[in-house]
């Protein structure tokens, strides 16, 4: 068999993103390709790839070289009427999107803009892949926005390093697209976990932000006041828009991103226009805020 060429690839902002070119992600890609992508994806977080043809079945295929496919997160009883779309048949498959069939959404994540957010932050186990293929698009915005979170990191201030080395916070999802939580009351029914605020990312090996605004509610161990004053510091380091890759869909695009180092957010489009994207995701498992924290780093 012929050696697979190198990847060709192009930056697609000083932020984070690159496009990869001249590959079709219906082939069954060999795997020293699939090893080049994942090297591109650990430095370059966010990769795109256009004009692709690719069935649900192709996605799911290619996605599942990277890892265990990821299951949709079942809400509690309470908020099942805001995640309930009615084409979702498939339990690895996400429609995102803001159509309607006799009256009820066909996807999930209806209009208008979306908060920075990690997907399923708020679990135990977040995500550590997300796929998105554009399918039916509106005619402006609904651009989904990447922030760079080990640029993120890199500039806080050594002085709020040194106060959150350690520190968890409260990641919490109430099924809302841009809206904060309220915590103040009973939160055992509305998914949470707490993760640290900074984490090592187990392949890269680099120290990335992990705090979005949708999500993440609460500062552990400082006062509420504190908390407030420091995680709207920590979102605007996320959304700086220096460290933020904006995608603007065209048709055929298939995005994958890495969400233990990138926020992800949306801007508003009109919602008359209808907007779908097909999204699946790869399994994780808990994040740590040291390399020799994870399990698989630790002798006997
Ligand atoms: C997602 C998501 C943003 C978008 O699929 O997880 O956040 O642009 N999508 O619709
Ligand atoms: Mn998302």
């Given at each position: 068999m012929d050696q697979p060429v190198k990847v060709q690839y192009k930056p697609l902002s000083s932020a984070c993103g690159v496009e990869i070119l001249g590959l079709d992600l219906r082939e069954n890609l060999p795997q020293q390709t699939i090893d080049e992508i994942r090297a591109l994806w650990n430095q370059y977080i966010v990769l795109v790839f256009r004009n692709q043809t690719i069935t649900e079945d192709e996605q799911l295929r290619f996605a599942g070289k990277f890892g265990d496919l990821g299951e949709r997160k079942a809400p509690p009883e309470e908020l099942k009427e805001r995640t309930t779309g009615v084409l979702q048949n498939d339990q690895r498959v996400m429609l995102v999107s803001n159509k309607m069939l006799e009256g009820k959404p066909v996807g999930s994540f209806g209009d208008g803009d979306m908060w920075y957010h990690i997907d399923?932050?708020?679990?135990?186990n977040p995500y550590t892949y997300t796929f998105l293929y554009g399918v039916e698009l509106p005619s402006e915005g609904g651009n989904t926005l990447f922030g760079n979170m080990y640029k993120a990191y890199d500039s806080l201030s050594q002085d709020l390093k040194d106060k959150l080395a350690g520190q968890k916070a409260l990641h919490i999802h109430q099924?809302?697209?841009?809206a904060r939580v309220d915590i103040s009351g009973d939160i055992s029914k509305i998914p949470h976990w707490f993760h640290p605020v900074f984490v090592t990312h187990p392949e890269s090996g680099r120290k990335s932000l992990f705090v979005d605004?949708?999500?993440?509610q609460r500062i552990e161990g400082v006062s509420h006041d504190e908390s407030e004053a420091i995680l709207e510091e920590l979102y605007a380091a996320g959304e700086n828009p220096e460290n933020v890759y904006e995608h603007e869909w065209e048709l055929g695009d298939f995005v994958m991103w890495d969400n233990r180092c990138a926020i992800h957010g949306r801007t508003w489009f009109d919602p008359q226009e209808p907007r779908l994207l097909r999204r699946c995701t790869i399994e994780g498992g808990p994040l740590y805020e040291e390399l020799s924290d994870y399990p698989q780093n630790q002798s006997a």
């Open positions: 399923s932050g708020y679990a135990k099924y809302e697209r841009r605004r949708l999500m993440t």
